[in-house]
């Protein structure tokens, strides 16, 4: 994996993409795929996910393959699955490997080699043809609608940590469902309804604020209880976010129209922040429509 800093002097605008900050990890290619399981496009063809978050990993302190979790990993077992595991607003963290339909030799060869204790995110980097091989095979968390029907419905129904077999129009795929989570919620809040609950003292003691704008920005206009975390300063806290903020705590996000908060938000959605609400408009719309002490700038 490679910890990749953010150059300020590369940054020359406030609306500058959250992929422009990222910590990345080498060709990593999930976003490509996801988007290509859920569209009949071809592998090769450069293409962007339909969610925000998605040009981010799933988490800054992700560990492709063996090493992810703490515990041990079962041999695997490779079997077919028809049974509902109640997965209904969840999301799953997925590894896969994918085959050409006609390499059904091969197919039958990795499948024993699972079933030997062979790891599939070892396989994946050796044979798989998708693009996440790069990254043993890690698609991330993925969540209901994402992907081709065949493929969702074997990794919301596979048992954890098994390894089991699914057909789409691409191939074979041998995939391994290593963890579930409940599904994170994304919700815009109006000015108007942001503005009556900063009159409750109570939601200052149980909300957290985050302002991602740059300090000049903040300067000259601001919000009673939102701490600063410029977007342009991701690198420095995007890594350590959870060791300030509590992502079972309701989670509001604000920057100047709404743009630059709303990739900050789906960015904390995919690190597990379960309830998080990007200001529709950002601190020009609360201005304009809820409090109009607020500068405009």
């Known amino acids: 994996m490679i910890m990749s800093r953010v ?131 890690m698609l991330g968390w993925i969540r209901r609608g994402q992907t081709v029907p065949e493929f969702e419905e074997a990794a919301f129904t596979a048992p954890l940590e098994q390894v089991v077999r699914c057909k789409t129009k691409f191939g074979w795929h041998l995939l391994q469902v290593l963890s579930e989570r409940d599904e994170c919620m994304l919700e815009e809040i109006a000015p108007e309804e942001l503005h009556a609950k900063l009159q409750d003292p109570g939601f200052l003691d149980e909300a957290q604020l985050i302002d991602v704008r740059e300090p000049e920005e903040v300067a000259k206009a601001s919000l009673p209880g939102f701490k600063m975390l410029p977007l342009r300063q991701f690198g420095t806290w995007g890594p350590v976010i959870t060791d300030e903020f509590d992502p079972a705590k309701d989670t509001y996000i604000l920057c100047h129209h709404g743009v630059r908060s709303m990739q900050v938000a789906n960015w904390l959605q995919s690190q597990g922040f379960k309830r998080v609400f990007n200001v529709t408009g950002g601190i020009n719309a609360y201005s304009l429509k809820a409090d109009s002490s607020v500068p405009t700038y």
Request: charged share 20%; aromatic share 6%.
């Open 7 to 137: 150059n300020p002097k590369s940054l020359s605008s406030p609306t500058i993409l959250l992929s422009n900050l990222r910590v990345s990890f080498p060709s990593i290619s999930r976003s490509r795929f996801l988007f290509s399981l859920s569209k009949p496009q071809s592998f090769n063809k450069l293409m962007i996910s339909n969610r925000p978050n998605s040009w981010l990993p799933s988490s800054p302190t992700l560990r492709w393959g063996p090493s992810m979790f703490n515990h041990q990993r079962p041999l695997g077992r490779v079997y077919f699955s028809s049974q509902t595991n109640g997965r209904e607003n969840k999301e799953v963290l997925v590894q896969h490997l994918l085959v050409n339909e006609s390499d059904l030799k091969l197919l039958v060869e990795l499948q024993e080699k699972i079933a030997r204790g062979v790891d599939l995110s070892d396989l994946a980097a050796e044979h798989s043809i998708c693009p996440s091989k790069e990254n043993g095979g």
